[in-house]
């Protein structure tokens, strides 16, 4: 069984530009969720989607969107790039209910110059 | 709201000796806790779960959990620690809402490094 895929694994854009991050998540995974982790602030959560529609948001500015599509793969985007965004950006999912675990992908690392 | 804290960034073990990595929480309601592992360059790998039931949980290589509901804590252990648990530990809470929809909450990591 596919763990979590995340694509691009590295990523090096400006600033000022727009970045699509994408996760596909475990066979019949219907929620994923997305972190930023940085040294500085550890994984900050950014938000979660559950059958295409968004649940929770953690505390980012609104440069950062996300979407579920119905096969359940999830799109993070961040616009109008900052070096502060520089980070590595984890996916996870699971079943979204009850107490399952989550379970990670690999990450996308994004270096913004 | 919820948080985690993880006192310690860093936690240094002999190789073979005992390992503790602390954690406690704060939330309203029944908590759901985790502890995962991190290593260099890699997503975070699930190591156990607390849900219900014993206040001792085992887990993936060799770790194990204690819930203390009246210290709030959740602390992970080893009894005898491996040079290849060296790696980056976080502890996550979690509280489901009444849709069973979740947000999770993580600690700030805890780097064990275990000493030859």
């Known amino acids: 069984k596919a763990g979590v895929t995340q694509t691009p694994r590295y990523l090096i854009k400006t600033r000022g530009q727009q970045v699509t991050l994408s996760c596909s998540p475990i066979s019949g995974h219907r929620s994923v969720s997305w972190y930023q982790q940085t040294p500085g602030q550890g994984l900050q959560f950014l938000f979660e989607y559950f059958s295409e529609t968004q649940r929770n948001k953690g505390n980012f500015p609104g440069r950062f969107s996300g979407r579920q599509f119905s096969n359940s793969r999830s799109e993070m985007n961040v616009s109008t790039l900052e070096l502060g965004d520089s980070a590595l950006y984890l996916c996870a999912s699971s079943m979204g209910q009850g107490e399952r675990e989550a379970f990670f992908g690999q990450g996308t690392r994004l270096t913004v110059v | 709201a919820q948080s985690v804290a993880q006192p310690e960034d860093q936690v240094n073990v002999a190789e073979g000796n005992p390992l503790t990595v602390k954690c406690t929480y704060s939330?309203?309601?029944?908590?759901?806790l985790f502890w995962y592992v991190q290593y260099p360059n890699r997503g975070l790998q699930f190591l156990l779960k607390?849900?219900?039931?014993?206040?001792l949980v085992k887990g993936s290589y060799g770790f194990e959990a204690e819930f203390n509901k009246s210290q709030t804590s959740f602390h992970l252990k080893k009894p005898s620690a491996l040079v290849s648990d060296s790696a980056l530990y976080f502890c996550a809470v979690r509280v489901p809402d009444s849709g069973g929809y979740q947000k999770v909450t993580f600690g700030t990591g805890t780097k064990l490094q275990v000493i030859p």
């Open positions: 607390y849900i219900t039931g014993d206040n």
């Open positions: 939330v309203s309601g029944n908590p759901y």
